[in-house]
């Protein structure tokens, strides 16, 4: 067995100010390296649900952040609408990689989530560096996705006990002793009513990713990942995205191979997100700037 490299982890926050008041995201941050790479779980997961493949990209020298995105996880849960929304999502991740002081970064996602990487390439060009966009969710899977979350719009929203008895009911169990598509399905119950309803809401409401002329434009490198026989993330949509990027490049999974044996696509992201993820020479991460020693504060 082949000896595993092990990264280092820490867990961080930072504030987004918006007209609706001040919230908090929570995040991890994995490995030290110069490239960095933000990792967007799907809708309804917590930031967990990375933590895997985060550990392995970072093992082979990325700087790694999974964020939990406003409403997921350990992050503030408003419960107002107007609070999500795939751009807001997209600006979150800008506003991460203010905070971290990463000038720019490669941006990855699954479903949803590679939606959301989509976005901040066109919210913020200037900051992306590379996407990696696993399963995306655009013409074919939409319906599907409208089929699966409206019933919990509306079971959030007319019937909040039921969001309440799930929440109860698969609290007790154990994360760590049970499979991860059995985690997985626990983390997505672990909600709140109100905040639940309101990001169902805001996302199925809002705009779920950029216009076709808009993903025509975007120019950075791209990793697009297919899943055959996935019935709810088609291969059809991840082919036409790979065709409408300039720089994309088509990554055909085999069935479950993410959960069965993820280790040579592992591989092909680290190898993509080295190759385009390093910070132009003379960049260099800052979290903070250091103080004027001529400022009015100076001797004081």
């Known amino acids: 067995m082949a000896q595993r490299i092990l990264a280092s982890e820490q867990v961080g926050q930072y504030f987004l100010d918006t007209a609706r008041g001040r919230d908090r995201i929570e995040y991890t941050e994995y490995g030290a390296g110069e490239a960095w790479l933000v990792l967007v779980p799907p809708v309804l997961a917590p930031r967990r649900v990375q933590a895997r493949l985060a550990r392995s990209l970072a093992a082979s020298g990325l700087h790694v952040v999974v964020p ?35 000038q720019q970064a490669v941006v990855g996602g699954t479903a949803l989530g590679a939606n959301i990487a989509l976005e ?3 919210v913020a060009p200037g900051r992306v560096r590379g996407l990696i966009l696993d399963a995306p969710v655009l013409d074919d899977a939409l319906a ?23 929440r109860w009911a698969t609290r007790p169990v154990p994360r760590r002793l049970v499979p991860s598509l059995v985690r997985r399905t626990i983390d997505a119950l ?12 805001g996302v199925l409401f809002g705009r779920l990713g950029p216009s076709y002329d808009e993903r025509r434009s975007i120019a950075v490198p791209a990793l697009v990942v297919a899943r055959p026989r996935d ?24 069935p479950l191979e993410w959960r ?17 993820g390093k910070p132009p020479r003379g960049i260099r991460r800052s979290r903070r700037a250091a103080p004027d020693p001529s400022g009015p504060d100076a001797g004081a």
Not at 260 to 276: K, M, Q, Y
């Open 120 to 122: 901040t390439a066109v």
């Open 144 to 166: 599907v996705e409208i089929a699966l979350l409206a019933p919990v719009m509306y079971l959030a929203r007319f019937a909040p006990f039921g969001v309440h008895a799930a």
């Open 190 to 201: 672990d909600q709140r009513p109100g905040p639940l309803a309101a990001l169902v809401h």
């Open 260 to 276: 069965r044996s993820p280790e040579r696509l592992d591989l092909l992201v680290t190898r993509f997100a080295l190759e385009c």
């Open 231 to 254: 019935p709810l993330h088609p291969a059809s949509d991840a082919e036409s995205l790979a065709d409408q990027l300039p720089g994309a490049t088509l990554e055909v999974a085999a």
């Open 68 to 102: 939990d995105l406003l409403g997921h996880g350990r992050s503030d849960r408003p419960a107002d609408p107007l609070s999500y929304s795939v751009t807001g999502f997209a600006e979150q991740v800008v506003a991460l990689l203010d905070h971290l002081g990463a």
